[in-house]
């Protein structure tokens, strides 16, 4: 009986210790007024909840301690909340979307063709140009709206609710909250910035699972998930990663990686890096010193401008950090 009570108390102990639940409210900053519905979660992840009636949640952080959070919720821009402790409650303001929804409001159909032209290119730069790409369905393209006034060469894209996508490719299903999108025409060069939520089917039989699989394979290896992991665990040539300086020196895992006091990593250089991956060639432009990385996969993605193969990799190529391949 004494045996008993103290695994009992070792499995509870276990318990509180590993288990961090945050709570919250999430309200809007004009108003005051609580959010009911908002999504509450990791981007890129399967892991989140949403807020009640009261705009309160809980959500477990235990498994992506060092991940920021993201609250988004229809016409608001995302929050992203990179410092977060168990101890206290969540007081969570989002910025409603109003001037943006009021300038692109657009029903001309004389209009309708250059609407088209615009959608085509958004898709061709948001999702990308790859074969998954090609399998990507993006179920409520009316609610993208695109500016027709005078930015000049300046192609702004904004979507009030979110953009849901079925990759049909990789079997998930993508929930997907735009803050920015911007491609200039001139220089080509796109930015778009937002926030992810994935679901997968179970359903499907195994010969569907399966052709799953493999693609999944094929659109990790040679990815930034790939490399960050690799880069975690130290293991860039034995994962084929070739990592050089300008002047195609090779640099090792001491040369571009620093770990702070708690364990925290982050890749920092002075000058860009070249990525090689089976002769495919990509650059990494730093836009800040230090950028954060963690065992999953995860990096701060305002740190780094992609150059090269990487950089074709859009939403089309994302893979839930949930995601884990056998080497």
């Not at 010193?289 to 996969?297: A, I, M, Q, R």
Request: glycine share 4%.
């Amino acid at each position: 009986m004494k045996k008993f009570i103290l695994l009992f108390l070792l499995i509870n102990l276990h318990l509180i210790t590993y288990t961090q639940v945050i709570k919250g409210t999430i309200l809007d900053k004009q108003t005051k007024k609580a959010i009911e519905y908002a999504s509450v979660y990791f981007s890129g992840t399967f892991v989140g909840t949403t807020s009640d009636q009261n705009g309160k949640f809980e959500l477990d952080v235990s498994k992506n301690p060092s991940m920021p959070l993201t609250i988004s919720f229809v016409g608001y821009y995302s929050y992203v909340l990179t410092d977060f402790s168990a101890d206290k409650p969540l007081f969570i303001y989002l910025t409603p979307k109003i001037n943006e929804l009021n300038e692109v409001v657009i029903s001309a159909e004389s209009l309708a063709k250059i609407r088209k032209e615009k959608l085509k290119l958004f898709k061709n730069e948001f999702l990308g140009l790859t074969t998954n790409a090609k399998n990507c369905e993006i179920t409520n393209e009316d609610d993208i709206k695109f500016n027709y006034g005078d930015d000049g060469d300046t192609m702004k894209a904004f979507a009030s609710k979110p953009i849901l996508i079925n990759n049909k490719a990789l079997g998930y299903k993508i929930t997907y909250y735009l803050d920015k999108f911007e491609y200039d025409k001139k220089s080509k060069t796109v930015i778009f910035v937002g926030n992810i939520i994935f679901t997968e089917d179970l359903t499907v039989d195994k010969t569907q699972k399966k052709l799953y699989e493999k693609k999944r394979i094929n659109t990790f290896l040679g990815s930034r998930m790939h490399f960050f992991r690799s880069l975690w665990s130290n293991e860039l040539q034995s994962n084929k990663f070739i990592v050089k300086n300008s002047n195609g020196q090779i640099l090792s895992y001491k040369n571009i990686v620093n770990k702070d006091s708690s364990n925290k990593a982050f890749l920092n250089f002075a000058e860009n890096l070249i990525i090689d991956y089976y002769s495919n060639l990509s650059a990494l432009d730093f836009l800040k010193n230090g950028v954060f990385f963690d065992k999953n996969g995860y990096f701060d993605p305002t740190g780094i401008n992609w150059i090269g193969e990487m950089a074709k990799q859009r939403v089309a190529d994302l893979l839930p950090y949930e995601y884990t391949y056998e080497y």
